[in-house]
């Protein structure tokens, strides 16, 4: 796909790409071939840390002996309330009672930083600004980094920060055993006077620009 003729469609697309790599990673886990089943459910949470997503998650971290990390995971998907008519809060109640019995500590102190702070990269500034700036990017992720990147608003500046987007290490968001692309949009801020800018990827399923270029 062209990034630049991305519609809210194409991000619709990507949400339910995140919910399939999910799907696939729980049932990869039920047959026991774990390696794979936390390549995509890795992916699938990073995306999009929902409870249902991390409860799969923690439950292969749990599973391949990684009980502090299943922990952490844990507290930053669920928002702390179990309501009987929701199974997956009440069974990741559960898993984080059962894990501290055990004797990990809770290491999530503020849970929606935490999750915000997910989404905050930075990114050595490479052009002089008198004033802030700020400019969207549209990305094309594939297995192992950022495929393509395009300014789709804001600061036409910034369009030389592009090959620096490229070279972006990110977590894993999509799984290794994955030929697919996934798109998302995040916005670079730069202020006058610092050494980088903030790169902050958007909420998964979100479109922050119709049209390229502007």
Known sequence: MDIGSAN?????????????????????????????????LDAAWHNDPRLTLGLHYGDVLQKLGQKAEALRVDQLSWNGIASGSDPDALRMKSSIQELQRQGFKASVV????????????????????????????????????????????????????????????????????????????????????????????MPLGSIAAEQAGN
């Open 110 to 201: 503020a849970r929606t930083t935490e999750l915000q702070n997910m989404r905050i990269f930075h990114i050595p500034q490479l052009a002089k600004h008198s004033t802030a700036v700020s400019a969207m990017f549209r990305l094309q992720l594939q297995a192992g980094g950022i495929r393509d990147a395009l300014r789709v608003s804001g600061e036409a500046s910034l369009d030389s920060e592009e090959d620096a987007i490229r070279k972006l290490v990110l977590p894993t968001l999509v799984p290794a055993h994955s030929d697919a692309y996934l798109l998302r949009d995040a916005e670079m801020y730069c202020e006058p006077g610092e050494k980088s800018c903030e790169f902050v990827l």
């Open 8 to 40: 809210q469609q194409s991000f619709q697309q990507a949400s339910l790409l995140v919910m399939a790599w999910d799907t696939l990673g729980y049932i990869l886990l039920h047959q026991n071939h774990l390696d794979e089943a936390r390549d995509y």
